[in-house]
């Protein structure tokens, strides 16, 4: 199981860093990304963690930041530079290592979180 929390309302420019903790054990044998779908929209791949370790999309390089923690059971996704494009639901998802072609892509995977919701607005 997923659960992602620090969403919240965030005025534009500001900063904001999302978790997302597994009561499953920990990260180690998957691969875990974060992912948001923003109103009206599909479900878009932001960033995700596996043994080929952090990669981005290019949408947000460079004003957002993933981590684990030293439990690697928690991730984390600093975001800064906010803006009201980056208003939408996060979700953070898992797939078990290997079992997948591309982590940024929401169809490879498989265990899902609920959200939580970032709006950013003045």
């Known amino acids: 199981q997923l659960v992602e929390s620090g969403g919240k309302l965030v005025q534009p420019g500001g900063s904001l860093r999302l978790s997302c903790t597994t009561s499953g054990g920990t990260f180690d044998d998957y691969a875990v990304g974060w992912f948001r779908q923003a109103p009206g929209k599909g479900r878009e791949g932001l960033s995700c963690l596996s043994t080929s370790g952090f990669e981005y999309s290019d949408s947000i390089k460079g004003r957002f930041t993933m981590s684990i923690d030293d439990d690697r059971d928690t991730v984390f996704l600093q975001m800064t530079r906010l803006n009201a494009d980056d208003t939408a639901r996060y979700f953070c998802?898992?797939?078990?290592?290997?079992?997948?072609?591309?982590?940024?892509?929401?169809?490879?995977?498989?265990?899902w979180g609920k959200g939580t919701l970032v709006t950013v607005d003045s």
């Open positions: 998802a898992a797939v078990i290592e290997g079992d997948y072609n591309d982590c940024l892509q929401d169809y490879d995977m498989d265990i």
